[in-house]
């Protein structure tokens, strides 16, 4: 039993490692004239960089980019379209005009791990700006504004997503004070907005949330010169910003951060070097010059978010208004996998999308559904590699439950 439970925990592990190599991911841009940017992974312990797709023409690309990890597509906002490339082949999926009456441009792109969809910011060019809370459909373009609107504030480019509490924060400045503002991601309604206050920074950006231990972070900064950077965490209901390293020098910061849950590792690219930064200590666990042939520097750095799947359990989720009851079983399993659940109304169609840790799709179950209840279904699962995967659950092509599920052989 020992050396059987080591072997699942060699595989889970090398599995881990794996995505680590191979789930960050930006663009690698040339300076030249006009400019061209390359789909890219990069690997932050060795610095190189890997182009995906050909060359593209860098198109007014604008600081938007996020991650579908469940169709694998990386989207990016430039010149009034939204754009999605394939992860495995950097070739375009889609590409369609951004259209939307109130706003007359989109940013602030992020993915929800929760519900699958990409959520902004319409935003209005008129004096004063103001601003929508909005999400976007890829395949159409078309932005439908959940909120009213809302005064610019000098938005900066900061925003990220608690998909657990479903709001949608950014860092605004208003009168030279900046804030957190937390917007429901249901309603747009402002949830909380709370002054930023930190001792040593006299600002704070390059926010971001890490699913893994449901904590905000970024940098506070200093505007002295030279400016330093603290890597800090702030507490969204009260704006208390803590720093966790001592004090770093900016060295040209772009405005380009992501977390490795995995390693809990804060990377972030300076100087064209990506630096990887200790959540805990804020040590620096590594600091590596880029290196790519084609191109003169990189940027839009994200990890591939399948993390967040993991952290969620296997209760019953709920983001439909049925009240479902799933059970899988056994985990750890072998061979096979029962599926027992029950429905409160007549679905029209349930599906069970199995991905392992890279945010590959291993598995798409169709399970019987109508007015019966207390269904068993048995699935072979003995074609799957042992280790780790997350499971998405569909009733009507939204999401009602999500876990995790581990093979052993």
């Known amino acids: 039993m020992k050396r059987k ?38 690997n932050p312990s060795t610095g190189i960089v890997t182009n995906i ?29 939204i754009v999605g ?56 373009g078309i932005v439908t504004n959940i909120s009213r609107a809302y005064p610019d504030y000098e938005v900066d480019a900061d925003a990220t997503i608690d998909p657990f509490n479903k709001i949608y924060y950014y860092v605004a400045g208003n009168g030279g004070s900046d804030s957190l503002i937390g917007l429901s991601l249901p309603t747009g309604n402002v949830v909380s907005k709370v002054l930023l206050t930190n001792v040593n920074g006299t600002y704070f950006d390059q926010l971001i949330f890490n699913c893994e231990d449901s904590t905000f972070y970024g940098f506070a900064r200093t505007s002295s010169s030279p400016e330093t950077i603290y890597l800090a965490k702030v507490n969204p209901s009260s704006g208390i910003v803590t720093n966790i390293s001592h004090p770093y020098p900016d060295n040209e910061l772009d405005g380009d951060v992501t977390i490795d849950p ?3 590792t804060y990377y972030y690219i300076a100087a064209d070097s990506i ?22 520097y990189f940027d839009r750095l994200l990890f591939n978010p399948t ?53 590959n799709k291993a598995a798409n179950w169709s399970l019987p559904c109508g007015a019966s209840s207390n269904t068993i279904v048995n699935e072979n699962i003995s074609s799957l590699e042992p280790g780790m995967y997350f499971y998405t659950i569909f009733e009507d092509n939204k999401s009602i439950q999500r876990g995790k599920l581990v093979i052993e052989r």
């Open 5 to 42: 439970l080591l072997i699942i925990l060699i595989s889970v592990i090398a599995a881990i490692s794996q995505a680590q190599v191979d789930s960050t991911y930006g663009f690698a841009r040339t300076s030249g004239s006009p400019e061209t940017i390359y789909l890219a992974k990069i």
């Open 53 to 81: 797709s050909h060359a593209y023409p860098d198109n007014e690309l604008l600081a938007d980019a996020t991650i579908d990890p469940f169709l694998g597509i990386y989207y990016y906002v430039a010149a009034d379209s």
């Open 85 to 140: 490339l394939s992860l495995l082949t950097g070739n375009v999926v889609s590409s369609e005009l951004i259209t939307n009456v109130n706003g007359t441009y989109f940013d602030q792109l992020l993915f929800d791990c929760e519900d699958s969809s990409l959520y902004g910011l319409a935003r209005t060019s008129a004096s004063p700006e103001t601003i929508y809370l909005a999400k976007i459909n890829p395949s159409t």
């Open 262 to 264: 995995f390693t809990k």
């Open 275 to 296: 630096v990887g930064l200790n959540l805990s200590t804020g040590n620096i666990v590594s600091s590596k010059p880029l290196t790519n042939i084609n191109g003169t």
């Open 307 to 359: 993390y967040c799947f993991g952290n969620q359990t296997t209760d019953i989720n709920k983001v439909s208004n049925t009240s479902e009851q799933l059970t899988l079983y056994p985990n750890p399993a072998n061979s096979s996998l029962t599926i027992a659940y029950s429905l409160s109304n007549a679905a029209q169609e349930v599906n069970l999308i199995m991905y392992d840790v890279l945010g």
